[in-house]
T-cell receptor, first 114, second 113 residues
């Protein structure tokens, strides 16, 4: 069965600092990996996804993530945090079960200090 | 743009009531999903449907049922609401395929008193 672990339920950074949100997964088949963002009082929206090919994936709002098979990781980064990045971020994996079902991590709340 | 609309943003119900949460999508997606979101637990799949009148249990189906009579509409039913079902409920839809992203509604925050 597939699973996702997000290290750190809360991460706080200063505006302009590097953002690093960690995600490790387990899957018995080559995974498809996703990052979603949830702004307050909204549903989740897709930030980026990895399917096949290039392991460094660029998403919206300056975020990117790198798929590292040897480390079973898919960490999310952004070089310079902006106040508007404050939100909850979810890593998800699919591919190791019937149907198109995603398994989500527990989420990481990103706080950005001025 | 895909739009997934959940009928209520906030809902307060009493223990034992039958509760209906409605979700409509406008992009002719085959798949629809109901998730429950709780702090620290992320999103957990309750039920999903890959076609009209078809349904599959997710990770936490106990205490819930679903209905999909039309392709665009997917309803979540709490037969007899309990306080431990107080949560945020998120509906999502997608086309078929392992790399197809989910499109989410804004959620319904249900409080059972």
């Amino acid at each position: 069965a597939q699973s996702v672990t997000q290290l750190g339920s809360h991460v706080s950074v200063s505006e302009g600092a590097l953002v690093l949100l960690r995600c490790n997964y387990s899957s018995s088949v080559p995974p498809y990996l996703f990052w979603y963002v949830q702004y307050p009082n909204q549903g989740l929206q897709l930030l980026l996804k990895y399917t096949t090919g290039a392991t460094l994936v660029k998403g919206i709002n300056g975020f990117e993530a790198e798929f590292k098979k040897s480390e079973t990781s898919f960490h999310l980064t952004k070089p310079s945090a902006h106040m508007s990045d404050a939100a909850e971020y979810f890593c998800a994996v699919s591919g190791d079960n019937a149907g198109n079902m995603l398994t989500f991590g527990g989420g990481t709340r990103l706080m950005v200090k001025p | 743009d895909v739009k997934v609309t959940q009928s209520s943003r906030y809902l307060v119900k009493r223990t034992g009531e039958k509760v209906f949460l409605e979700c409509v999508q406008d992009m002719d997606h085959e798949n629809m999903f109901w998730y429950r979101q709780d702090p620290g637990l992320g999103l957990r799949l309750i039920y999903f449907s890959y076609d009209v009148k078809m349904k599959e249990k997710g990770d936490i189906p106990e205490g819930y049922s679903v209905s999909r009579e039309k392709k665009e509409r997917f309803s979540l039913i709490l037969e007899s609401a309990s306080t431990n079902q107080t949560s945020m409920y998120l509906c999502a839809s997608s086309v078929t395929g392992y790399n197809s992203p989910l499109h989410f509604g804004n959620g319904t925050r249900l409080t059972v008193t």
